[in-house]
C-alpha cells in the first residue's frame, strides 16, 4: 500500500463509534511522508481536530522549539497519533480504539521506513514498545522492528509544569539523542556511498 492509499482509506474511517460521532475531522497526521524521524502522538486535542493538523496548539509551539534545538523543522519530520480521532472531552483513547488504529500505524511504519520513531508521552511509548513510565524511560534508546525509538515527555508537561526552564533543558537532552541518531545513520549512508 502507498502513503496516499492509506490516507484516503483513513479519512473516511468508521471503526470507532464513539470517535466518530465527537470528532469534527480525521486527523491523519502532517510533514513530510519521506522524512527519517516519525513523531507519534497520543490523540488529537480540540485545535487539532478543528485545525486538521497535529501538535499544533501551545504544545506544538513547544515541540517546534525542541525541533528548532536541533536543527529540524516540522518540514523535515512526520507527525501522527496513536489514533487519529480527537476523543470527546480530551479523555485518554480506549484501548479498543488504540486497537482499531494498530493496522493504520503499523502499515504507516512499513511505508515511510523512518530511522526513527519518536513517541511522545505514554500512550504512544506503550503502543510502539509495549513500556509506560516516560519519565524513567524517556530519552532512551529502544527497538521496534528494526527501527530505533526514542520516549519523550509531552510537551504539555513542560507547560503543566508552569514552565520549569530544567525540564525544558532535560527535554533538549532527549532531543539531542535523537539528532545523534539521525547523524550516525547519515554517516554510515555516505560511507556505504564510497
Do not use: W
Not at 509551539?61 to 529540524?72: H, R, T
Not at 482499531?100 to 504507516?108: A, V
Amino acid at each position: 500500500m502507498m502513503f496516499e492509499e492509506l490516507k484516503k482509506e483513513y479519512l473516511k474511517c468508521q471503526r470507532c463509534e464513539k470517535l466518530c460521532k465527537s470528532r469534527l475531522q480525521v486527523v491523519f497526521g502532517s510533514g513530510n511522508k519521506e522524512a527519517d524521524v516519525l513523531f507519534i502522538g497520543e490523540a488529537p486535542g480540540a485545535n487539532e481536530d478543528k485545525n486538521g493538523v497535529p501538535f499544533c496548539g501551545m504544545s506544538g509551539k513547544i515541540l517546534d522549539e525542541l525541533l528548532g534545538s536541533i536543527n529540524l523543522l516540522r518540514e523535515d519530520i512526520f507527525i501522527t497519533n496513536t489514533i487519529l480521532c480527537h476523543p470527546e472531552g480530551n479523555r485518554n483513547p480506549a484501548k479498543e480504539e488504540v486497537e482499531n488504529c494498530r493496522g493504520r500505524l503499523d502499515e504507516l511504519i512499513k511505508i515511510m521506513q523512518p530511522k526513527v520513531i519518536v513517541t511522545i508521552g505514554n500512550f504512544a511509548t506503550e503502543r510502539i514498545i509495549g513500556k509506560t513510565g516516560i519519565k524513567s524511560i524517556r530519552g532512551k534508546v529502544f527497538d521496534f522492528q528494526g527501527v530505533k525509538v526514542v520516549p519523550v515527555v509531552h510537551p504539555a508537561s513542560y507547560l503543566y509544569s508552569g514552565r520549569n526552564p530544567e525540564m525544558l533543558e532535560s527535554m533538549k537532552k532527549d532531543f539531542e539523542i535523537i539528532s545523534k541518531i539521525i547523524d550516525v545513520k547519515n554517516k554510515q549512508r555516505t560511507l556505504e556511498n564510497f
